[in-house]
């Protein structure tokens, strides 16, 4: 729809789970990391815990994505089942037999020959549990009962649960302590920082084929990144619907007010400024930008808020929580430099 106007050759911001636009900060590449490790060691249960929408399906997709050997995998997207529909799930998903769909006993003798051919055969097989905080308790003891699948050297089946942190509070329960045992590897998605939404708009829109500094001005990053507290769902929401509205306005780079419509339109409410200084700053900026360029004033109050070197930067963290008016001095860093280049 506007890829040809922004010079995209895809939409960059699409919801779907899609590992080429993945854009690894610190936090994920550390996930990532384990996810692999977990599948080619074949270390039993790996649990990863984050966020509604903070990319736990597009991590796990990229981690199979980069397996050197060949792995068979079934994903369970919607956990909420019965035992027995648990167990025809799995069969089904398995290729197994039409009697493995109606007895349990079945189903783990036909799964445990599979999967140790498939061993043999120097093959991996993964299974993933997706929204796994939504599991009813049988089969959490389903799941423990499918990690003890092995032989003397190692697991035949490897295990992701991923889930909101309410999964890690179920966890702690002392009828679950069994299952939690069995847990190898542990990793969490946290939302972004500020300057870390900056980096991954741009690498998403990298990505597409589009230059950063084209696509949206910096007043527009920065409301993005204030609305959308770090969560990348919400960021695509936002820039998606943001780039619709300046196709349709015929408006390059879109505007911060661009980005309130939507706001607006979608019913997210803003996040507060951690200090009355920064409101004052953004205001001015987001006024400047309804008027298509940033007046002199708006640029003296911006370097009151100064730059930080390394904003923009995927590999830096910030020593300490990032603060309204940090996040400000981010956006600019990292727009004047696109734009310098």
Request: hydrophobic share 45%; charged share 25%.
């Amino acid at each position: 729809m506007y890829e040809r106007f922004f010079g995209f050759a895809e939409r960059p911001f699409d919801l779907t789970p899609n590992p080429r636009f993945l854009v690894l900060m610190p936090g994920h590449r550390e996930a990532l990391s384990n996810l692999e490790y977990g599948i080619t060691s074949r270390k039993g249960i790996t649990l990863l815990i984050g966020d509604a929408g903070t990319g736990k399906t597009t991590l796990i997709r990229a981690a199979l994505e980069r397996q050197p050997n060949q792995v068979h995998c079934v994903h369970l997207h919607n956990p909420a089942l019965a035992r027995t529909e648990f167990i025809e799930m799995l069969a089904a998903r398995f290729g197994l037999s039409d009697a493995a769909h109606r007895s349990k006993a079945t189903l783990l003798l036909e799964l445990e020959r599979l999967l140790a051919r498939r061993r043999e055969a120097g093959e991996t097989s993964v299974l993933i549990v997706d929204e796994a905080q939504s599991l009813p308790l049988d089969l959490l003891e389903e799941v423990r009962l499918l990690a003890n699948i092995e032989t003397n050297e190692d697991k035949l089946l490897s295990l992701i649960l991923a889930g909101q942190p309410e999964l890690a509070d179920r966890l702690n329960r002392q009828d679950l302590r069994q299952l939690k045992q069995r847990i190898a590897l542990r990793c969490e998605l946290r939302p972004l920082t500020e300057q870390e939404t900056v980096a991954y708009l741009a690498g998403r829109i990298r990505a597409a084929g589009g230059t950063a500094a084209q696509v949206f001005t910096r007043e527009a990053v920065a409301l993005i990144a204030r609305t959308a507290r770090g969560i990348p769902r919400v960021i695509n929401v936002l820039a998606d619907n943001a780039l619709v509205n300046g196709f349709a306005a015929e408006q390059r780079p879109v505007a911060s007010h661009l980005v309130a419509e939507v706001c607006r339109d979608f019913d997210i409410a803003h996040v507060a400024a951690e200090s009355s200084a920064a409101d004052e700053v953004v205001e001015q900026v987001v006024a400047a930008s309804v008027q298509h360029e940033t007046p002199r004033e708006s640029m003296l109050a911006m370097e009151r808020v100064s730059a930080q070197p390394d904003a923009g930067r995927a590999d830096v963290q910030p020593a300490e929580p990032v603060t309204a008016v940090q996040g400000l001095r981010a956006k600019l860093s990292f727009f004047q430099t696109a734009r310098n280049k």
